[in-house]
């Protein structure tokens, strides 16, 4: 694969994004390149594009396979393992919601569940600390829930419900 400047300025941007979300740049750069390549590339063929270390490629497709972004396949004739995407757009941000759910909410649920318990048993917390304690509690339940339930939602149901956007906000309004 060559990449024409308009991959390459895909490839670098999302890159920089992944640094802004907390993933390495390699990692998200690896995991751009690889969803635009109409095939599966080798380690070798990742290497030479991005002149990255082979190490630092190595560590990357590790840990985008074990995101679930990523998966090992290989070429007839070709001992080389080679690498794809997931192609679909729709299946790629399940995936990343569903880390970033595992990573980073279920933690937080979790301690504000303690903290919620903790702090009701304290008597020298003062009632609004113990109350935004609590709001933060629900909100997070309340994510937490929404995602559970959106995520059995075809794809198909989204794409129809982000296109009706905020019109939609007119029948459930009170």
């Known amino acids: 694969m060559k990449m024409s400047p ?5 490839v670098l941007h999302w890159g920089e994004m992944g640094t802004r979300w907390g993933t390495n740049r390699s990692v998200a750069q690896i995991q751009a390149l690889l969803y635009l390549s ?4 080798s380690a070798d063929e990742i290497v030479e ?9 190595s560590t ?3 840990e985008l396979q074990s995101y679930g972004l990523v998966r090992m396949t290989h070429v007839l004739g070709d001992r080389r393992d080679y690498f794809e995407s997931l192609h679909d757009v729709w299946e790629l941000f399940r995936v990343i919601i ?5 990573r980073e909410l279920n933690p937080t649920l979790s301690m504000l569940r303690k903290c919620a318990a903790e702090v009701d048993a304290e008597s ?10 609590r709001n933060m509690l629900t909100f997070v339940e309340n994510t937490s829930d929404w995602y559970e339930k959106i995520q ?4 198909t149901t989204l794409q129809k419900l982000m296109k009706l956007g905020a019109g939609i906000t007119r029948f459930v309004q009170k």
């Open 38 to 41: 109409p095939q599966p590339m």
């Open 98 to 102: 569903e880390q970033r759910k595992q």
């Open 152 to 155: 059995g939602v075809p794809t």
């Open 49 to 57: 594009l991005l002149s990255l270390a082979r190490s630092n490629v």
């Open 124 to 133: 020298d917390t003062d009632a609004v600390t113990k109350d935004r304690i």
């Open 6 to 10: 308009a991959v390459e300025k895909y």
């Open 60 to 62: 990357a497709l590790r």
